[in-house]
Each structure stands twice: as C-alpha cells, then as structure tokens.
C-alpha cells in the first residue's frame, strides 16, 4: 500500500510540473479545507520568506486528529506539547522545523497530507521524497517530516483544514 499512496503523490507532483500554474495544493482524499481556505492562505503565504518551498497546512498532531473536536477546526488543538517549537511572530505557521525534533516527536505531516507547493521548487520536493521513499520506504506522511527543510513551513494558527475520513480509503 505505501508503493500506491507513493506513487499518488509522485504522479500529482510531475502532473503539476506540466501546467502553467505557479502553486498547487496536493492533498488526501479526505482533506476538507476550511471555509475560507483562499483567504487565509494568502495571509500565510505573504508572511512566508520568498524562497519557500512548500507549506503544510493541516498535520493531524495539531488540529487534534484523535479528539476530532469539529467545533476547534481551523485552530490550534495539539495533541502533543508544542512547547519550543518556534512559529513565526504572527502566530500563522512553524519555521525553522528540524525534521530530526519532528521525527524523535512522531510529528508527522499527514492526517491528512495537505500542503501548497511552489513550483520553483516542485523538482526538490519530488528528488527528495523519492530519494528518501527508495532508502526507508515508509508512509508518506513520515515522508514528508524526514524530508523537512530551512524552506518548507507548517500552518499553525489557522490550521487550514482538518481529515474528514469518509469510510476508508480509495484503494
């Protein structure tokens, strides 16, 4: 199953390397944006340093994807001590996330997988999920934290989103 969901995202990030398109969300199945998505985003995204690479916009450790209280979505409800984890001045997002404390801590960027990409880096992104794919072969949401760096960000304040599972999965 992990070669399928893979390949899901390897297939979505070369799709989008043939538009025109500047960014795109490559998301789960079951990622529900909140109501407005475009708008806080936008926000977020003007905040970010010019050089990023892609932002992840609803973990499951921090919108409390095991309480799944619906009446917290779009804000901060961690399910683990986010004390330390440095965020930008505005409260929007974490920086500076070192993929080692995000690993050792279990943060892992899915539940659901959601993040916006920008095109300038979509070729770093795809080599370094596959790169690390063929070492460890793990799912992608442990993926994608191994492969954190100094450019990739994670919503924190709204949280953009939240996992609506919808009776399993599409395979």
Same mark, same amino acid.
């Given at each position: 199953?992990?070669?399928?969901?893979?390949?899901?995202?390897?297939?979505?990030?070369?799709?989008?390397?043939?538009?025109?398109?500047?960014?795109?969300?490559?998301?789960?199945?079951?990622?529900?944006?909140?109501?407005?998505?475009?708008?806080?985003?936008?926000?977020?995204?003007?905040?970010?340093?010019?050089?990023?690479?892609?932002?992840?916009?609803?973990?499951?450790?921090?919108?409390?994807?095991?309480?799944?209280?619906?009446?917290?979505?779009?804000?901060?409800? !961690?399910?683990?001590?986010?004390?330390?984890?440095?965020?930008?001045?505005?409260?929007?997002?974490?920086?500076?996330?070192?993929?080692?404390?995000?690993?050792?801590?279990?943060?892992?960027?899915?539940?659901?997988?959601?993040?916006?990409?920008?095109?300038?880096?979509?070729?770093?992104?795809?080599?370094?999920?596959?790169?690390?794919?063929?070492?460890?072969?793990?799912?992608?949401?442990?993926?994608?934290?191994?492969?954190?760096?100094?450019?990739?960000?994670?919503?924190?304040? !709204?949280?953009?989103?939240?996992?609506?599972?919808?009776?399993?999965?599409?395979?």
């Amino acid at each position: 199953m992990h070669q399928i969901s893979y390949e899901m995202i390897v297939n979505n990030l070369n799709l989008f390397k043939k538009t025109t398109f500047d960014y795109a969300i490559i998301c789960d199945d079951d990622f529900n944006p909140i109501n407005n998505l475009l708008e806080e985003l936008n926000k977020t995204i003007d905040l970010l340093p010019n050089n990023w690479r892609c932002i992840h916009l609803c973990p499951g450790y921090l919108w409390g994807r095991i309480y799944r209280d619906y009446t917290k979505i779009g804000h901060l409800n !961690p399910e683990y001590n986010m004390d330390g984890i440095p965020y930008h001045a505005s409260g929007r997002f974490y920086m500076n996330c070192d993929k080692n404390i995000y690993v050792n801590k279990h943060f892992w960027l899915g539940g659901p997988i959601s993040f916006v990409i920008d095109k300038k880096y979509v070729d770093s992104l795809l080599n370094d999920f596959i790169n690390k794919y063929n070492i460890n072969n793990h799912n992608n949401d442990v993926i994608l934290t191994q492969i954190l760096n100094e450019n990739d960000f994670i919503c924190r304040e !709204p949280l953009l989103g939240f996992e609506n599972e919808q009776g399993g999965t599409t395979f």
